[in-house]
């Protein structure tokens, strides 16, 4: 069975620029949580706003849910790309970062 993009994310540098841009583009309703912004009112699949304070600075990502993020990046590597982002624990998943062979960033996502 194929793996679904579950999650996406927009960062850039400043989330007091970007949360009221894309809240009256859109009409996406925010919360903010530190250097994030979940987006709590978009009826497709779920996504927030980040501001890292480091390299990359403007970016969009999305995750594709897995069972096994070792198992997946292991695999990524075998098929010519490069873990980014070490599995990393955020409250009910885990997730990471991973280039493809063009250096394309993409997350995978591991729920609790």
Do not use: Q
């Not at 194929?2 to 989330?15: A, C, N, Q, T, Y």
């Amino acid at each position: 069975m194929s793996k679904p993009v579950v999650h996406f994310e927009i960062g850039g540098r400043d989330l007091t620029v970007l949360v009221p841009f894309y809240s009256k583009l859109f009409g996406w309703d925010m919360i903010n949580h530190g250097p994030a912004a979940m987006i709590t009112s978009h009826t497709g699949i779920t996504g927030h706003m980040a501001a890292l304070g480091h390299e990359p600075h403007n970016y969009v990502t999305v995750y594709v849910e897995v069972d096994d993020l070792d198992g997946y990046l292991k695999t990524v590597g075998e098929l010519g790309g490069k873990t980014v982002v070490a599995p990393t624990k955020i409250p009910g998943s885990t997730f990471a970062w991973f280039s493809d062979p063009e250096g394309t960033i993409i997350g995978l996502l591991k729920r609790d």
